[in-house]
């Protein structure tokens, strides 16, 4: 079933990547990238060649189209069938009543932008996101699939860094929210 | 065409949705693990082999891969990425699939994930490495 599913693919894109460019792969780095196409603003930190690097940005740019092909194309279910444990939780202690789609819509709707709980998980969230990989050098992809398989232990520092800060937001920020 | 390819897995393993990202972060399912788990494994074994057998890329290059290097931001900037993580159920990558899948909000996510990248790189001489 796993396999069916396809998950070791995902680890597959390493060496396709290695073997067909000889690239790592690594998807928070086409971030940098756009921010020193479209607004470089003298800061060093994004005045460099980013054209060198433009196979990245072709690649998120794929896995937008896979996104669509994956969702929109080949169907998908109303509802991602999480654990009973996690829906009663999340009733319990966010209030979440609809479950559909592939995120809460109470939360990540563009009208919740209207109150503070949009602009938590939408705006600081996603700001949150963008610095936290690049001051430390990678995300899921870079650090945890691509540097874990390659033994960086810098990578698993990283790793753990990302569930510190996961495990705090879900335990301790979270029942503060709500 | 890789990019679509690994889109479309992400997508269909539902690693892009919030709701799995929760339930990983609340230990109540192995889902996650084992796709990351089996990612890391698939990944391990070829980086061994290419790197045993020195294998060449395409293009005729020898396959390096640069060593990542530790500064202090590897576990502050993860710790800070590890709270966006749990608050936005998304790392980059599946940030463009749940645009492709047709989520709105992706695209003010993507938006204000530039806008951290943007402001890292402004304050970066000033933060602690």
């Not at chain 1, 756009?34 to 998120?60: D, K, M, Q, S």
């Not at chain 1, 874990?148 to 929210?177: D, E």
């Not at chain 2, 788990?37 to 070829?46: D, F, K, T």
């Not at chain 2, 005729?60 to 060593?67: F, K, L, Q, T, Y």
């Amino acid at each position: 079933m796993a396999l069916v599913r396809g998950r070791p693919l995902i680890g597959l894109t390493v060496p396709a990547l290695l073997l067909i460019g000889n690239k790592a792969l690594g998807i928070s780095s086409s971030l940098r990238h756009v921010c020193a196409a479209c607004v470089p603003a003298g800061i060093p930190f994004l005045t460099y060649n980013w054209r060198a690097e433009i196979w990245n940005l072709f690649f998120v740019l794929g896995i937008a189209v896979g996104g669509f092909l994956g969702y929109q194309v080949l169907g998908h279910p109303d509802t991602i069938a999480i654990s009973a444990e996690t829906v009663r939780d999340l009733k319990a202690q966010m209030g979440l009543t609809d479950f559909s789609g592939l995120l809460p819509k109470e939360l990540f709707a563009l009208e919740n932008l209207a109150n503070w709980k949009g602009w938590v998980f939408l705006v600081l969230g996603g700001f949150l996101v963008g610095f936290g990989t690049r001051y430390a050098g990678g995300c899921t992809s870079g650090h945890a699939i691509s540097g874990l398989s390659n033994l960086q232990w810098v990578s698993l520092v990283a790793v753990i860094g990302f569930f510190i800060g996961g495990l705090l937001m879900t335990w301790v920020f979270y029942p503060l929210l709500f | 065409m890789l990019g679509v390819l690994f889109g479309l897995i992400l997508t269909k393993s539902e690693v892009i949705s919030w709701w799995r990202i929760q339930e990983m972060f609340r230990f109540q399912s192995f889902h996650l693990y084992g796709i990351i788990g089996s990612a890391i494994l698939v990944g391990l074994v070829s980086i061994q082999l290419i790197k045993r057998n020195h294998v060449k890329s395409l293009n005729g290059e020898p396959i390096a891969i640069a060593d990542k290097k530790y500064n202090h931001g590897t576990w502050i900037g993860g710790i800070i990425f590890g709270l966006g993580w749990a608050l936005t159920g998304a790392c980059p990558g599946p940030l463009f699939a749940q645009l492709g899948s047709g989520v709105a909000g992706a695209a003010v996510l993507i938006l204000a994930a530039l806008a951290g990248t943007w402001t890292y790189s402004a304050l970066r001489e000033k933060l602690p490495h």
